[in-house]
């Protein structure tokens, strides 16, 4: 399984840009870079997913690198809404085609007014 | 759409009893996979299910068992509760072998073992 790790917390002020590096060293080739989001007592929800260069959506923008080695999450002007914890995970397919999905402790987002 | 969906909400038990908790997946999805998440963690992959049969299994003991049915709703077994146990427990649902990860996370149950 690709391990990753990403900073345990990070603090920012509201309507600033937030970038979250995760790092994943033995990524695979076939491997897909996911990000989820979680808010206390919620399940995880899906932001993003990308395999390589720039991946951008309504809510937030990846960044991967060419050796994908790492990644960064970027949400533009988070507002106090967007304190949550957020975690980075690496594609794992078995050979049967399924996957098993290893999250981390996350990256805990806290948002000051 | 109502997404994923797991029953109950809530479950107080104690040690030894055993407790089913169940989750119906988001719409058009087959697959289903169940997660335990201690306070402060991350959620940690217990197996997934898929056409009727677990397919994958995480790091958990033979205490925890599971079921898919045709409609491809899920159960989650546990038996000989320990204090341990107590966690958020989450279902998520995809469609078969998609390529990546994403999956629908439901509420989760919140089991509290005394």
């Known amino acids: 399984l690709a391990k990753t790790t990403q900073p345990i917390s990070m603090d920012s002020y509201e309507g600033q840009e937030v970038n979250i590096t995760c790092s994943h060293n033995?990524?695979?080739?076939?491997?897909?870079i996911t990000w989820y989001q979680q808010f206390p007592s919620q399940g995880p929800r899906f932001i993003i997913q990308g395999y390589k260069t720039k991946v951008t959506n309504e809510v937030a923008s990846l960044f991967i690198p060419a050796d994908r080695k790492s990644s960064t999450l970027s949400l533009p002007r988070v507002s106090l809404s967007d304190t949550a914890v957020y975690y980075c995970l690496v594609g794992d397919i078995d050979s049967g085609g399924y996957q098993k999905v290893t999250f981390g402790i996350g990256t805990k987002l806290q948002v000051i007014p | 759409d109502a997404g994923v969906t797991q029953s109950p909400t809530h479950l107080i038990k104690t040690r030894g009893q055993q407790v089913t908790l169940r989750c119906s997946p988001k719409s058009g999805h087959d697959t289903v996979s169940w997660y335990q998440q201690a306070l402060g963690q991350g959620p940690q992959f217990i197996f997934q299910?898929?056409?009727?049969?677990?397919?994958q299994r995480g790091n958990f003991p033979d205490r925890f068992s599971g079921h898919q049915f045709p409609n491809y709703s899920s159960e989650l077994n546990v038996n000989a509760l320990l204090l341990g146990d107590s966690a958020l427990y989450l279902c998520?649902?995809?469609?078969?072998?998609?390529?990546?990860?994403?999956?629908?996370f439901g509420p989760g149950t919140r089991l509290t073992v005394l």
């Open positions: 299910y898929y056409e009727e049969e677990e397919r």
């Open positions: 033995n990524i695979a080739t076939n491997d897909y």
């Open positions: 998520a649902s995809s469609f078969g072998t998609f390529r990546g990860n994403e999956q629908f």
